[in-house]
């Protein structure tokens, strides 16, 4: 029988059959031993004395991990001369990607050896600068500091610092061996799970505070109360012009005519629409004067009512009861001449728009929104809110939660009347997904809430 002819510790074997009849994750391994000659035992001769394939779990039984067929073994000998004695031992050979849990292949697995270096290696999931995992990978895979345990597909136990998870379904797919970042796999919320959790800080109640705060809603504008200056007499230092009121036109409210987007400019746009009978023109007035009659109007507007002696009444049938908010402003014509190049026209519009006000101690002049009844400017709704205040006690506290789709507590002893009993035999190894949805929903009833039936009481 000849022996190891080079200086390894740990030699590579492929993993030809995991069937172990003890059920004590023994594997039989074909050792990849260069000038060892290796005889497939009969059929009859396999697991047993005979059987120089046979190996060991160096973990112990009590973790177990049973490798697949066709994947990477280190053997270790318990001695260099002998190697076909049961005196032998195999651990879990690596694996290149943390989603190749399911299966690496023998091949595959030599990628992180140094006799691998002709395999391409896998891609990092880690930015090798920032130290950052993908986003897509994000809390499927054990960190470095946390122990865990790790199942062969979708489910594992995780070990941390101050928590314990065990879940199932971490991330949403069916297919092995494909990347977690690829289409076909997606994060699982809904995956379900128990976690047991201890922290040293608890968070208590102390009690409710009313916060105020001040709210600002931009309305939308109504109306516009536009004043024109048409003419001017020199001679005479008089003026020509008229007031009336124009509805915003509704199907442009948007666009412009919210309070605090509305300007003079917006009128060249031409998107309001004159109110029938509410043009009051006046000729002949001085500087005072028309100041004096546009405010009138506006005054009258605000009120709900325009009463101004010579002229008719506006509206004529009752009081107005939805203006606010209204703007007033110089027409666009009257507003270029104040601000042309005519230093006669502009003195005499300036003139008239410093004096046009809502009230004799307003500051907005000429062109004010007017928010509410004898309210000038854009106004803000006081708002109270009732906040929960809580703070952190050096208490230590404890958290248990279960979390899933379809949550079950199932007693073997409990029967609902009318249901049949609820049977768990053969289920030793788990429950299956038909026994849950065929039989086992039967057989219970949906749970209420304590607070939610309190309240139904």
């Known amino acids: 029988m000849s022996a190891i002819y080079d200086k390894r510790i740990?030699?590579?074997?492929?993993?030809?059959?995991?069937?172990?009849?003890?059920?004590?994750?023994?594997?039989?391994?074909?050792?990849?031993?260069?000038?060892?000659?290796?005889?497939?035992?009969?059929?009859?001769?396999?697991?047993?004395k005979l059987d120089p394939f046979v190996?060991?779990?160096?973990?112990?039984?009590?973790?177990?991990?049973?490798?697949?067929?066709?994947?990477?073994?280190?053997?270790i000998y318990s001695t260099?001369?002998?190697?076909?004695?049961?005196?032998?031992?195999?651990?879990?050979?690596?694996?290149?990607?943390?989603?190749?849990?399911y299966y690496e292949s023998f091949n595959s697995s030599q990628a992180m050896l140094a006799n691998g270096d002709y395999i391409k290696q896998a891609d990092n999931i880690r930015d090798p600068e920032t130290g950052e995992i993908q986003k897509e990978i994000t809390g499927i895979y054990p960190l470095p500091g946390d122990n865990a345990i790790?199942?062969?597909?979708?489910?594992?136990?995780?070990?941390?610092?101050?928590?314990?998870?065990?879940?199932?379904?971490?991330?949403?797919n069916s297919v092995n061996n494909e990347r977690p970042d690829s289409p076909q796999i997606k994060l699982n919320d809904n995956r379900s799970f128990v976690q047991l959790s201890f922290y040293d800080l608890e968070k208590v109640s102390t009690g409710t505070e009313t916060i105020t705060s001040e709210e600002y809603n931009d309305l939308q504008l109504k109306n516009f109360i536009k004043w024109s200056i048409d003419t001017i007499d020199i001679n005479s230092q008089t003026v020509n012009g008229s007031v009336e009121v124009n509805t915003i036109i509704p199907i442009l409210q948007g666009n412009g005519t919210t309070v605090s987007t509305f300007e003079i400019s917006f009128l060249s746009y031409a998107q309001c629409l004159p109110v029938p009978n509410s043009k009051m023109e006046f000729s002949g007035l001085t500087i005072s004067q028309a100041s004096q009659f546009i405010n009138q109007y506006i005054k009258g507007y605000n009120?709900?009512?325009?009463?101004?002696?010579?002229?008719?009444?506006?509206?004529?049938?009752?009081?107005?009861?939805?203006?606010?908010?209204?703007?007033?402003?110089?027409?666009?014509?009257?507003?270029?001449?104040?601000?042309?190049?005519?230093?006669?026209?502009?003195?005499?519009?300036?003139?008239?728009?410093?004096?046009?006000?809502?009230?004799?101690?307003?500051?907005?002049?000429?062109?004010?929104?007017?928010?509410?009844?004898?309210?000038?400017?854009?106004?803000?709704?006081?708002?109270?809110?009732?906040?929960?205040?809580?703070?952190?006690?050096?208490?230590?506290?404890?958290?248990?939660?279960?979390?899933?789709?379809f949550l079950y507590l199932l007693s073997h002893r409990s029967v609902i009347p009318g249901t049949n009993p609820i049977n768990l035999s053969n289920?030793?190894?788990?429950?299956?997904?038909?026994?849950?949805?065929?039989?086992?929903?039967?057989?219970?009833n949906s749970m209420v809430r304590g607070v939610e039936l309190l309240k139904l009481l």
């Open 150 to 172: 790790l199942g062969r597909g979708n489910t594992d136990l995780l070990l941390k610092t101050q928590d314990i998870i065990l879940r199932s379904g971490k991330y949403t």
């Open 427 to 444: 289920t030793l190894y788990g429950i299956p997904q038909e026994k849950f949805t065929d039989e086992i929903l039967k057989s219970t």
């Open 303 to 405: 009120k709900g009512k325009i009463n101004i002696n010579g002229y008719n009444e506006y509206p004529n049938n009752g009081f107005l009861n939805d203006q606010f908010p209204f703007v007033f402003a110089p027409s666009l014509l009257t507003y270029d001449k104040m601000i042309g190049n005519d230093p006669i026209e502009s003195n005499f519009i300036s003139a008239i728009y410093n004096n046009v006000k809502l009230f004799e101690v307003s500051n907005e002049v000429g062109f004010a929104v007017i928010w509410s009844k004898n309210t000038v400017g854009p106004q803000t709704t006081t708002i109270e809110d009732e906040i929960e205040k809580s703070e952190y006690k050096e208490s230590p506290v404890t958290y248990a939660s279960v979390g899933g789709d």
């Open 10 to 48: 740990i030699v590579p074997g492929l993993v030809l059959d995991v069937n172990d009849p003890l059920m004590l994750g023994r594997i039989r391994v074909l050792p990849k031993i260069e000038n060892e000659i290796q005889n497939q035992p009969e059929k009859k001769q396999e697991w047993t």
């Open 80 to 101: 260099r001369d002998e190697t076909k004695d049961w005196n032998k031992f195999y651990i879990q050979g690596p694996i290149t990607r943390p989603w190749n849990n």
């Open 55 to 75: 190996c060991l779990p160096l973990l112990p039984y009590y973790i177990s991990q049973v490798p697949k067929v066709g994947e990477y073994v280190g053997v």
